[in-house]
C-alpha cells in the first residue's frame, strides 16, 4: 500500500502497474515516455512563470496554481507540430491560451473586482500600464469581511518558449537570460467607500530588457484586502486574487 494526502484528505492506494524499468525502456511505453518528456517540459516552463511571479504567487495565487499552468502550456505543446517527445512549448504562438487564467483558481478577480480597465504595452513590450477610469469602490468591490481598504498590482514575467535539447534530454528555454524574470508595482491602500477614485499602474521589465521574439511579457492585475486597526493597516488572509490579463 502507498500513501498519500490529496486537497487536505488522507488516502490509501494499493501498489501496481509497470515497473520504472519498463517504462524506462519497454517497447510498449515508447508513447509514455514521449509524454513524459512533453509534460516535464511543460512543468519546467510553468515554474519559470511563476519564478517570475514569485512576488505575489503566495498571497494571490492558489495551491493548484502550478498543476494549472503546466495542463496550460502542455495544451499548447500538443498543438504544435513535430516528433512527438519533442514537440515546442511556445507561449509566443498561443498567447491567447494563458490570457484570463486565474492564479486563485477558487476566486476569481472578477468575482471581486469589475470596474472596468485597460491593460497595453509599449511597442518594444519593456513597459505595461494599466489604466482603470474613475468608480466608485464600494461599487465594484465585493470585500471579504472585516475588509477597510484595498490595493491593485500590476505584475509582469518574462517567459522565454521552450525546445527540446537532445544534449541534455530535456526542454530548455530558447532564451534562458531573458527567462524566469518578473516585476511588480502596487497603487496606494485606497479605503472601500463611496469616494471616486482612478488607477494608473506602470511597470518595466526587469533589468531593462527588450524582450526578443521568443520570449513573451505575461501581465497580471490583482486585488489584495486590507483591515485597518488602531491606525495600522494589515493583510487579510482571505480576498486576495490574481489575473493574467494579458501577454505580450
Same mark, same amino acid.
Given at each position: 500500500m502507498s500513501f498519500y494526502t490529496s486537497n487536505g484528505e488522507y488516502l490509501a492506494r494499493t501498489a501496481g502497474?509497470?515497473?520504472?524499468?519498463?517504462?524506462?525502456?519497454? $517497447?510498449?511505453?515508447?508513447?509514455?515516455?514521449?509524454?513524459?518528456?512533453?509534460? #516535464? +517540459? *511543460?512543468?519546467?516552463?510553468?515554474? $519559470?512563470?511563476?519564478?517570475?511571479?514569485?512576488?505575489?504567487?503566495?498571497?494571490? #495565487? +492558489? *495551491?493548484?496554481?502550478?498543476?494549472?499552468?503546466?495542463?496550460?502550456?502542455?495544451?499548447?505543446?500538443s498543438r504544435a507540430t513535430g516528433i512527438r517527445g519533442k514537440r515546442p512549448i511556445a507561449l509566443t504562438t498561443s498567447k491567447d491560451m494563458l490570457r484570463g487564467l486565474e492564479l486563485n483558481e477558487k476566486l476569481s478577480l472578477t468575482s471581486v473586482f469589475n470596474a472596468p480597465y485597460e491593460v497595453e504595452a509599449n511597442a518594444e513590450r519593456t513597459e505595461v500600464s494599466l489604466s482603470v477610469p474613475s468608480f466608485v469602490p464600494m461599487n465594484f468591490i465585493k470585500a471579504p469581511a472585516g475588509a477597510t481598504k484595498f490595493r491593485l498590482t500590476l505584475a509582469c514575467g518574462l517567459v522565454s518558449d521552450y525546445s527540446f535539447d537532445d544534449s541534455t534530454r530535456?526542454?530548455?528555454?530558447?532564451?534562458?537570460?531573458?527567462?524566469?524574470?518578473?516585476?511588480?508595482?502596487?497603487?496606494?491602500?485606497?479605503?472601500?467607500?463611496?469616494?471616486?477614485?482612478?488607477?494608473?499602474?506602470?511597470?518595466?521589465?526587469?533589468?531593462a530588457i527588450e524582450p526578443d521574439n521568443d520570449v513573451s511579457v505575461v501581465t497580471c492585475l490583482g486585488i489584495e484586502f486590507y483591515q485597518e486597526v488602531s491606525g495600522t493597516d494589515y493583510l487579510l488572509a482571505q480576498g486576495n486574487t490574481m489575473q493574467i490579463i494579458g501577454v505580450f
Open positions: 502497474g509497470p515497473t520504472k524499468e519498463q517504462i524506462n525502456n519497454g $517497447a510498449n511505453f515508447v508513447r509514455t515516455r514521449e509524454n513524459n518528456k512533453e509534460f #516535464g +517540459g *511543460s512543468a519546467k516552463v510553468g515554474k $519559470a512563470l511563476r519564478t517570475a511571479l514569485s512576488g505575489v504567487v503566495q498571497t494571490m #495565487g +492558489g *495551491s493548484n496554481l502550478a498543476a494549472r499552468l503546466t495542463a496550460v502550456f502542455k495544451s499548447i505543446n530535456n526542454y530548455e528555454p530558447d532564451n534562458p537570460i531573458q527567462n524566469a524574470l518578473g516585476n511588480t508595482t502596487s497603487g496606494a491602500l485606497t479605503p472601500i467607500g463611496n469616494t471616486p477614485v482612478t488607477f494608473s499602474l506602470s511597470l518595466t521589465v526587469p533589468n
